[in-house]
């Protein structure tokens, strides 16, 4: 089992910085993807950003250049680092981790974080 914990959500103004941090533990593969989903109300959960194991990141078309996901491998660790906010970014940001194994790949997920931005 994994585990995965979200911290740096909050308020922040339209154009303003937030840092979102997620932590795992528990059994993690040696090869995993980690990344940050969001939901907001009304609408689907979508993938933000993710970042693989070999470190090449993929963003959302919509946050692209505004947005960077980093990891630290030895702490179990991805952040997301977002910049220029706008107001359509609010949402509940979560964790995922993806176990990739002979035995099959399994998700996991953290709690959430609330994001919210004001305009």
């Known amino acids: 089992q994994v585990q995965l914990v979200e911290s740096g959500g909050g308020l922040v103004q339209a154009g303003g910085s937030l840092r979102l941090s997620c932590v795992a533990s528990?059994?993690?593969?040696?090869?995993?993807?980690m990344g940050w989903y969001r939901q907001a109300p009304g609408k689907q959960r979508e993938l933000v950003a993710a970042?693989?194991?070999?470190?090449?990141?993929n963003y959302a078309d919509s946050v692209d250049g505004r947005f960077t996901i980093s990891r630290d491998n030895a702490k179990n660790m991805v952040y997301l680092q977002l910049n220029k906010m706008r107001p359509e970014d609010t949402a509940v940001y979560s964790c995922?981790?993806?176990?990739?194994?002979?035995?099959?790949?399994?998700?996991?997920w953290g709690q959430g974080t609330q994001v919210t931005v004001s305009s």
């Open positions: 528990g059994t993690i593969f040696s090869i995993n993807d």
């Open positions: 970042i693989y194991s070999g470190g090449r990141p």
């Open positions: 995922h981790l993806l176990n990739v194994g002979r035995s099959g790949s399994y998700n996991y």
